[in-house]
Every structure is written in structure tokens, then in C-alpha cells.
């Protein structure tokens, strides 16, 4: 029996592996491509800015707009890609954590996963092209943070009741611990830039060039409270993590 379970074990370990190693490769190239045609947008803005309306706002949006969501979004998935196939950390016996492991492979989940990362590498490509017209920018990030609620909403309730079913408890700078924030934080931002977005579009507040500074500095303000309330989740303390459980293993 002991010899089943593992060789169980073994299978479901490698078969979630590849499913990993296939949803990350594929999700790592589109970001990478996305990555390099922002950087030629922003090379166009600064040395070749013939018809380009705000070259130098084109190269901040770059700086402060594109590279910290780029940021978010790369390392926000990713680690979400190995947390959810690949780390086992916490379990209470070998049962749950074989139900973990079956949980693990719902088609349901995998065909989420797909959708959710083929959609946000296609925005990110929209982003990138869009760098040197600043009001398309704003318009795609806009629909990249209703679209990132959504699925944040669909995640969160997953994986609780998951970890209520299976008695699974995750550690500190699990992603069960951070979609409120990451919602309220986006829903926040979605309403400031609707209205902005809104009032321009009926009453044309502002000058262009006004409008695209005032929404730069919302989106760095996304980004920035973003990394800073879940920066643990993105850039976890291994070193005090196990030093937690072995110091626990030693009581």
C-alpha cells in the first residue's frame, strides 16, 4: 500500500510538472515578445519621433506604467502558476495531501489557467504596441484590471472552498491571503480612471497631454500600492519561512 501511494504520488507529481512547464513557457514567451515590443515602441519616442504626439510622455509611461505592471503581472502569474502545480508545503497527512494533488489537476482549473494567461499575454502585447498613443494605453490597462477582477473573484473562491473541503492550510504568502486586496486595490484605481476617462470623454476636462499625466500617475499608483501591500507574495522570505517550520519541527 505504502509502495502505491507513492508511485501515486510520483505520477501525479510529474504529470503536474509538465502541465506547469507547458502553461509557463508558453506564458513566458508572449510576456517576453510583449516585453521587447514596448522597448522598440519607446526606442521609436526617443530617437525616431516623427509622428509621435508626446514622445517624452510615450518614454515615461514606459518607465513608470508599463515595467512596473510588466513586473506585477510576470512574477503575480508566475508565482501563481508554481504555487497552484508545483509547491506542496503544507498538509496534514498523506491523504490530504493526495486530495490536494487530484485537486490540483481539475480541468476546470487548467482551462481557467489557459484563458486567464493567453488573455493577459494578449493584453500585454496591446500594451506594449499602444506605449507611443497613451489614450489606447489607459483604455487596454483599463480592461486588463476589470478583466484581472474577474478572475481574482473566480480564484479566491476556488481555492477556499478547495481549502475548506480538504482541511488544506496555506502558508502566509499564499495566494489565498491577497485577492481582497489585489480587488480592492484594482476596483479602486478601474473608478478613478473611469471617471476620469468619463468626464473627458463628455466634458473634455483637460488638455491632452494633462489627461495622459494625471492617468500615468493612477497607474503607477496601481502598480506601486500593489507591490508594496502584497510584496510578500511576489517576493517571499524563504529564509524565515522554514526557519518557522523547523523551528516548529524542533519543539
Known amino acids: 500500500m505504502i509502495e502505491q501511494r507513492r508511485k501515486a504520488q510520483e505520477s501525479l507529481k510529474a504529470i503536474l510538472e509538465h502541465i506547469h512547464q507547458s502553461l509557463k513557457w508558453s506564458w513566458q514567451i508572449v510576456m517576453g515578445f510583449s516585453l ?3 522597448t522598440q515602441e519607446v526606442y521609436m519616442a526617443i530617437y525616431e519621433p516623427v509622428g509621435i504626439d508626446y514622445p517624452v510622455i510615450s518614454a515615461c509611461f514606459f518607465v513608470f506604467a508599463f515595467i512596473p505592471i510588466f ?12 504555487e497552484h502545480y508545483l509547491e506542496f508545503r503544507v498538509w496534514k497527512d498523506v491523504d490530504i495531501f493526495m486530495a490536494d494533488l487530484r485537486a490540483k489537476l481539475s480541468k476546470t482549473r487548467r482551462a481557467l489557467d489557459i484563458v486567464l494567461l493567453l488573455t493577459h499575454g494578449i493584453f500585454f502585447v496591446f500594451l506594449a504596441k499602444s506605449i507611443n498613443n497613451p489614450y489606447l ?3 487596454n490597462y483599463f480592461f486588463l484590471l476589470v478583466l484581472n477582477v474577474m478572475w481574482l473573484h473566480i480564484i479566491a473562491r476556488v481555492e477556499a472552498k478547495k481549502n475548506k473541503k480538504y482541511g488544506i ?3 502566509e504568502n499564499s ?14 484605481h478601474i473608478v478613478i480612471l473611469g ?3 468619463g468626464f473627458q470623454f463628455y466634458y473634455s476636462w483637460f488638455e491632452n497631454s494633462v489627461l495622459y499625466w494625471w492617468c500615468l500617475v493612477i497607474i503607477a499608483s496601481n502598480s506601486g500600492w500593489d ?3 502584497t510584496r510578500l507574495f511576489y517576493f517571499p522570505d524563504l529564509n524565515e519561512e522554514y526557519v518557522k517550520h523547523f523551528s516548529q519541527d524542533d519543539k
Open 36 to 38: 521587447v515590443a514596448a
Open 195 to 197: 471617471g476620469i476617462l
Open 71 to 82: 513586473v506585477r503581472f510576470y512574477f503575480g502569474d508566475s508565482r501563481y502558476l508554481d
Open 169 to 171: 492550510e496555506r502558508e
Open 175 to 188: 495566494i489565498i491571503n491577497y485577492p481582497r486586496i489585489w480587488v480592492i486595490n484594482n476596483i479602486i
Open 137 to 139: 494605453f489607459v483604455i
Open 227 to 229: 507591490l508594496y501591500l
